[in-house]
């Protein structure tokens, strides 16, 4: 146990003992980064990244603020995919949404099959959609605002539902 707390204290203090960093290009115009000191370097200051956040604490970073103001980088659909058949007799559809920057405080995601809008806001960016009938259905995704203003449309896709058959 001794052994092993000195082990865990040793390898924490290593960046304590880190050596010095330099930055020189070379004669075929690389850049050249090395703990060697290299007449043409330049010294380069190395910190701890786990010290301090980049952004001070209560910050939201631009991203964010991009999602916040309604501005996504991307909003999809990303399975089931455009044209796929499922099999499944519960009628069991399990959908994923991909969008960046995360979901903003605030909006949510409506959900629309067939064209008709889902009880359930969704948070999620997972989600299994239950009891359809077999089937072609549609699906698309929209991300609104606390307002209930749409802010972006996914991709509207189409799946092919398949149950067994009933005799």
Do not use: C, W
């Not at 003992?17 to 200051?45: L, N, Q, T, W």
Request: glycine share 8%; charged share 25%; aromatic share 6%.
């Amino acid at each position: 146990m001794r052994i092993g707390i000195l082990l865990i204290t040793l390898l924490m203090a290593l960046p304590l003992f880190a050596r010095d960093v330099y930055k020189y290009i070379s004669e075929d115009g690389e850049v050249i980064y090395s703990e060697r000191y290299h007449p043409d370097a330049e010294r380069i200051k190395v910190t701890d990244s786990k010290r301090g956040s980049s952004q001070p604490q209560g910050e939201l970073s631009e991203e964010e603020l991009a999602a916040a103001a309604g501005e996504y980088a991307s909003f999809s659909i990303v399975s089931p995919s455009d044209n796929e058949t499922i099999r499944n007799d519960e009628g069991s559809v399990p959908v994923g949404i991909s969008l960046d920057p995360g979901l903003a405080e605030g909006h949510v995601i409506h959900l629309y099959v067939d064209g008709n809008k889902l009880d359930s806001d969704v948070t999620q960016t997972q989600v299994i959609l239950q009891q359809l009938s077999r089937g072609t259905h549609s699906l698309q995704a929209k991300i609104v605002n606390s307002e209930g203003e749409s802010l972006k449309d996914s991709n509207s896709i189409t799946f092919h539902l398949r149950q067994a058959a009933v005799e």
